[in-house]
């Protein structure tokens, strides 16, 4: 991108994959001129100078965030509240907050008391990732033709939403804005309660693994594997969001236990018609995820390749 950088410092707290891959895909674009990077291991921010991606590393946040333009917290939803506080007297007038948070009403709640007036605060949740974790698992594309989600806060400053939404879309993001209220429940559908469905699912598969030795494993069809994969995210990033967005998680799971009781019960009962005439309808909804650019027919779903070693 030719020209002054969209924001001339930003810091990423947390260099996981998401940090990680903001960094990447904001280098690629040229949107920034120096990346901080704050984390809590000496081992991450190592290798975050090992595979060049921040400009300066930090082990205290504070640090990342003096002088900084844009600052995106990239912790797990639990976290946020102490990195809220721990940064708030750093911050440069006029900087702009975000975050990529599963669960937006309760990083409000968390970070938005403790920023001071003149810094602009734009909750925000990127709708793409992986199952792997760590500063070397980011890579620039992650956000290309993925969904970013803006949360605006009553009284946010429409100019630095706006500023926010342009580096998002320059890194290759769609953009959408919705209420936190419905952001929660949107996602407890699309994302929470289908990951903690495919951890419950793996943990039974484990139990029947030890009656049925190394078959569960063996014979895993590609329906199993889509569990695993998915089971296999961060556990500290997901228990903090079922604490955090119970309420929403709670009412899917309600639902999704009605429908599993009426398919249980079209089984016992021989209903083919019943069957059929739902997994037609599902499959309509596959349908249109891939019509909407949100995935691909391909057998490997999309997905990166993995890389030598995953």
Known sequence: MAGEPMFPRIALIGLGLIGSSIAWAAKRGGLVGHVA?????????????????????????????????????????????NIAKSIAPALKPGAIVSDVGSVKQAVIAAVAPHLPAGVEFIPAHPIAGTEHSGPESGFAELFEGKWFILTPIPGASEAATAKLRAFLEAMGANVDEMTPEHHDLVLAVTSHAPHLIAYTMVGVADHMRRVTSTEVIKYSAA??????????SDPTMWRDVFLNNKDATLEILGRF??????????????????????FTHTRAIRR????????????DFGRRPSKPGE
């Open 37 to 81: 990077g704050s984390a809590r291991s000496a081992e991450t921010l190592a290798k975050a100078v090992e595979l060049g991606f921040c400009d300066s590393v930090h082990d205290d946040p504070a640090e990342a965030v003096a002088g900084a333009d844009l600052v995106i917290l990239c912790v797990p939803v639990g976290a946020m509240e």
């Open 223 to 232: 329906g199993f594997r889509d569990f695993t994969r998915i089971a296999a």
């Open 257 to 278: 236990t009605e429908e599993l009781f009426a398919l249980q019960k079209a089984i016992r009962a021989g209903d083919g018609d019943t069957l059929f005439d739902y």
């Open 288 to 299: 249109g995820i891939i019509e909407a650019g949100q995935d691909t027919a391909a057998p």
